[in-house]
């Protein structure tokens, strides 16, 4: 029976883990809590391939106790029953060690099935999800876990995999394989931090490379076609897309022009051309706002070309807008503004509209007095002292000059007119 590569040559010792030393290198907490034998109910968070399965077969081995392994996009609260049924009989007499594999396909209902269970200890749960547990899981089984997340891994960690992946391949098909300078360094950067795909990368090139006198040839270009796209870790409608939107905005409100340029490269690699141009637009005015006042303008012109053209071609005006970002003088006043204002709203600080900005037909039908409402543009300077806040908030400052020379500028003007 035929069985993948990366699942024969899966780490049966900690050691072997690649990666994840923050966890389980010398003196990691999850390491310490395997190594003392009592294991708590744990969520295992991380993408594919990193090893969460791995680590659960070990614990499982360490503790002597039964490994039962559920996938939640396929498993039914019947499983769980039949689970729960093996409990003090002779097929489970140290307890279970649940697997529960991408436990944020599980509805609250099934999640609550396991409550009783792992309380008294006789479930031992370890879930696995690729989503942020704190969005996904019940909060009853997150308060009785401990959450430990695991991370893509660097590419050295995944060249050490791939290296030990050919050696055994060399064992096992008898070749001297003859590895052609680069391959190896392109299959361990495009797996995206995936060690399954690595391995699986090195499973194909020994199934397709060309051999010739009992040497096996693993050639860059096969590497490349075997390894294609397959760093690209994404999903538009999960953590992976509010990540890279949320790198690309932070980028550009830290004036990281290169950092922008990647992490839009990430999104339009992905073919998400929507969510890097909201993410572009809301930048302009939230973190350039009246520094520059004309950003905005330019920026729409750019995503309006981007989406008129469609991809490839729209990478161009996305990258102007970005550089542009990046590079502009930086101001937040518009949105301290507004959510200062919509603040008050929410809490109710609101009265009454002051009787000079009312609506003029309101004259005349028993109102105390006219409105003696005063039009700017009949006094010197287009303004003239007069009182827009309701009575409850006239005090109030929303709107904060910047410090760039823009709203500096602006606020010279008006200190000059109005004092």
């Known amino acids: 029976m035929y069985q993948p590569l990366a699942d024969e040559l899966r780490p049966v010792e900690l050691d072997d883990v690649c990666g994840q030393e923050h966890i389980l290198g010398p003196g990691g907490l999850l390491r310490r809590i395997i190594e003392s034998g009592k294991i708590p109910n744990m969520i295992f968070y991380g993408p594919s391939g990193v090893g969460k399965t791995t680590v659960a077969n070990i614990i499982a081995a360490r503790t002597k106790r039964k490994l039962c392994r ?31 594999d991408e436990i944020q396909y599980f509805t609250k209902k099934q999640q609550q099935t396991l409550l009783e269970h792992i309380e008294n200890g006789r479930i031992t749960l370890i879930a696995s999800t690729t989503e942020n547990p704190y969005f996904y899981v019940y909060n009853a089984i997150l308060s009785r876990s401990t959450v430990f997340e695991f991370k893509a891994i660097d590419a050295p960690a995944a060249a050490k995999a791939i290296r030990r992946a050919i050696g055994y391949m060399e064992q096992k098909t008898g070749l001297s ?42 050639t860059l270009a096969d590497a490349r076609m075997a390894s294609q796209r397959s760093a690209m870790r994404y ?40 969510g890097a141009c909201r993410r572009i637009l809301c930048s302009a005015s939230e973190d350039i706002g009246m520094a520059y006042p004309q950003a905005i303008s330019i920026v729409k012109a750019c995503v309006d070309s981007a989406l008129q053209l469609g991809l490839p071609e729209a990478r161009l005006p996305l990258a102007q807008a970005c550089i542009l970002l990046a590079t502009a003088p930086k101001s937040n006043s518009v949105l301290l503004a507004i959510d200062g204002a919509m603040a008050d709203v929410r809490a109710g600080i609101t009265g009454s509209l002051p009787r000079e900005l009312q609506n ?60």
């Open 235 to 274: 999903d538009r409608e999960g953590d992976q897309h509010f990540d890279v939107v949320s790198a690309l905005m932070k980028s550009l409100r830290g004036s990281d022009p290169d950092a922008a340029m990647h992490y839009l490269a990430r999104l339009l690699e992905a073919g998400d051309l929507q």
């Open 70 to 100: 559920l996938n939640a996009t396929t498993a039914s609260s019947a499983d769980i029953k039949e689970i729960v049924a093996q409990l003090d009989t002779f097929l489970a007499p140290n307890g279970i060690l649940l697997y529960l």
């Open 177 to 218: 394989a003859e590895v052609e300078p680069g391959a190896l360094d392109q299959m361990a950067a495009s797996c995206g931090g995936d060690i399954r795909k690595a391995i699986n990368a090195v499973e194909l090139l020994f199934s397709a490379g060309k051999v010739e006198e009992n040497t096996i040839h693993l």
């Open 360 to 419: 003029v037909h309101a004259d005349g039908t028993g109102f105390e007095r006219e409105q003696g409402y005063r039009y700017p543009h009949d006094y010197p300077g287009h303004w003239v002292p007069q009182q827009y806040l309701p009575d409850e908030l006239k005090e109030k400052r929303y709107y904060e000059y910047g410090d760039n020379k823009t709203e500096q500028a602006a606020k010279r003007y008006w200190d000059e007119i109005k004092k």
